[in-house]
Every structure is written in C-alpha cells, then in structure tokens.
C-alpha cells in the first residue's frame, strides 16, 4: 500500500534508518485519485559538453509513448535539446544529423530507435519498453542500454507447460511482448546496480549500503529470469538476453551526478516500480504471474528503500551543492512521471491482459500519479527539509554518513 511505503521511506530520510525490509504493496490505496493531471512540462534539456546527460523530457508530452513499430519524427532541434549534446550520440549540433536513439524522458519506458533524416526531421522506430516503470534503468550518456534478444533456455527458470494457454493470438502475442520488454529492463539493471556497486565503493559508501546494492543486483538478476521466463511461455520459444555493450559504462562518480542519478533510478524509478508491481499482482489471476510479481513488488521496494538511504546519506555527506542537485533532479523526473501518458494497446483480451499481470495504459499513469502525490512527493520534500545529520556508528547506518 501507498502508505506503507511512504511510512517506510520517511523513516529513512526522517531519521537515517535503513532496515532492508520489504513489503506487499500496490498503488490502490482507497479513495483520492487523479488530483495530478497528466499534462506537465518536461524539464529543460541539457546543453552539457560531450556525454552530458540531457534534460528530463520534451515539452508538452512528446516523450510520450507510442505503439510498438510506429514511426514517430521530430525536429532536430528538440532531439538535441531535450537529450544534450552526449545523450544525441554525439551529434554536435548539426541538423544534418540523428543520433541512432533517443530517449527524451528519464523515467519512461519508451526509446526511439534507429533514426534517420527524413525530410529535415530525425525519425525514430517506436520501441516501448513495456507498459510501466522501467525500475532501475541503465543509462549510458544519457539514454537507456539494453541487451537484445536471442534464442536460448538458459536463463528460463522452467519449462513451459505442456498444455496451450487459452488465449487469442493478438492477446498472447502482445503479454509475450510486454514481459519480455520487462525482462530486458530488469537484465539491465543488473548492470544498474553493479555499476552503483562501484560508485558506492569509489564515494567512501558504508558497507550497509555495499551489501545492499549487492543483494539488489542478485534480486534482479532473478526478476530478469522470472521475466524471460513468463515471456517464453507466451511466445511458445525459450528466449534470453544478448550481449549487452558496456562501452562508455563506467566514468568516476561524484556525489552530488550519483545522487541525482539514484533520484531518478531509485527514487523515484524504483519507488514507481514497486508500487505497480504491487498493482499489477492486484489484477492477476494466472499463478506463475502471481508468484513472479509477488517477489518483484516486495524487492523493488528494498531496492527503493536502498536509493532513499544512498541519497539521505549524500546530502547528509556533501551538503548544500548535494541537496541542490536532488531537488533538480527530483523536479526533473516528477515533471517527466506527470507528463508521461501513452496510448492504449488496442486487439487484445482486456480481461486475460489483467488475468496475466498487465495494467492498461489508463490504470499505469493513475497509479504513477498515486504513487508521486501520496509517496514521493511528500518524502522528497521530507528528504531536503531535514538538517544535516552527523555521522555516527555506520555498521548498521543508524544515522547517514
């Protein structure tokens, strides 16, 4: 539930404390919806030098999603403002030229792929990374990186059953698509959290922190096999991951990039996963569904109690230039949330889309607007009105370091 959560991660950024602990949660939490509206502004987008990361999103929703295989075209000028002269892939600002991806809003699960000039506009494939929170993505200059997807068994957790699942082509066709989407996001944070593995030992981190983010990577790595392995059972074939490009991972962190980075990963990313997982098990009836969301939904709410701890202790640690650095990028990122609304999926069994663990489009961006009106919102504000805490004993990170 919504106040549960917000009960957990106020603890955190009020007095310092993190537990680890998890809970069953979903974005129902009776009564109050739809005081957000869906229509904000996205951030600015960056301006910064070679591999800077661009601003939060194109104004007026144009990093909204779209369906998957539309074609979707934009000024070259917008591309180069809303993903900055890094994430456009070096385009360094000719209009002549498209960077192969682009990725306008931090927090969606849209990417558009494979750009090309067309008539003076940079246009993109659509590639909607599932229909929900991408958790804890992994960015590279600015936009996602993700593996592709090959043929093999090894990363399905078990067989598909022998008896056909009773349900019409597009509908079956469109769940095998949707988990699988998901499965390349959680795959991808596996490199999220062992990268934030890395940061956390180059800026001084305490060990609770290290184990955590540790564990975290374990628990992705088993959503990323739940998750091929519910798409393979809708696709009829056993499907895994490919390479993933690590070129340009890994840079030496500040505090005050790695903080901004964990508002928008962990804060809020993960925070909005939680809750729709927990949403999403609300709906589902098939049991393998339930099972997988049952574990997703309970870690993506440690892995969220982990970022609201990583960022209490940076602010705590770097002061002033830290707390500004998370409230920028909590207002870029809670801008992006409020803007973000895609398209329904149309053809498909609206009863067996539920059934089988998936939200509509509707159902998603009132759960994510829930989700920064009652949990976020309130606990970032909580976060950067505290005072500074002291260090204290950080074996078991009673107080931020």
């Excluded at 069953?24 to 990361?53: H, K, M, R, V, W």
């Excluded at 593996?147 to 082509?169: I, S, T």
């Amino acid at each position: 539930m919504n106040r549960e959560l917000r009960a957990r991660i106020m603890h955190i950024v009020g007095a310092g404390v993190f537990t680890g602990l998890s809970l069953a949660l979903g974005c129902q939490d009776g009564g109050g919806g739809g005081t957000e509206t869906a229509g904000g502004t996205g951030g600015a987008g960056g301006t910064g030098g070679a591999g800077a990361q661009g601003g939060s999103g194109a104004q007026g929703g144009s990093g909204g999603q779209g369906e998957v295989g539309e074609t979707r075209c934009f000024p070259p000028e917008e591309v180069r403002a809303n993903a900055g002269a890094g994430g456009a892939g070096g385009a360094g600002g000719s209009a002549a030229t498209c960077p192969s991806q682009y990725h306008p809003n931090p927090v969606s699960c849209v990417v558009y792929e494979h750009g090309r000039l067309e008539d003076g506009q940079c246009c993109y494939d659509t590639n909607n990374l599932g229909v929900g929170a991408c958790g804890r993505p992994f960015f590279v200059g600015g936009e996602p990186r993700l593996a592709g997807v090959e043929a093999r068994a090894d990363w399905v957790l078990a067989a598909a059953p022998d008896a056909p699942l009773a349900l019409d082509p597009a509908t079956r066709a469109a769940l095998a698509e949707a988990w699988l989407a998901d499965a390349r996001l959680e795959h991808a944070s596996v490199a999220s959290f062992a990268r934030f593995t890395l940061d956390l030992l180059a800026l001084g981190a305490p060990p609770a922190l290290i184990d955590a983010a540790q564990r975290a990577l374990s628990d992705e790595l088993h959503h990323a096999r739940a998750c091929f392995t519910l798409a393979s059972r809708y696709a009829g074939r056993s499907l895994g991951p490919g390479t993933l490009a690590l070129d340009g991972a890994l840079e030496a962190p500040t505090l005050a990039g790695a903080a901004a980075s964990a508002v928008r990963e962990g804060c809020v990313g993960e925070t909005l996963a939680a809750l729709q997982a927990g949403a999403q098990r609300s709906h589902a009836r098939d049991p393998d569904v339930r099972r997988a969301l049952d574990r997703i939904a309970a870690d993506e709410a440690a892995h969220a109690e982990l970022a609201w701890a990583f960022v209490r202790w940076a602010v705590a640690r770097g002061g002033e230039p830290v707390r500004a650095a998370v409230a920028r990028a909590f207002d870029e990122a809670l801008a992006a949330v409020r803007a973000t609304r895609g398209p329904e999926r149309a053809g498909i069994d609206a009863a067996a889309w539920h059934d089988h663990g998936r939200l509509t489009e509707a159902e998603r961006a009132r759960c994510h607007l829930d989700a920064v009106r009652e949990v976020i919102a309130p606990c970032a504000e909580a976060l950067l009105s505290a005072p500074p805490a002291a260090p204290a004993g950080i074996a078991d990170l009673d107080a931020p370091a």
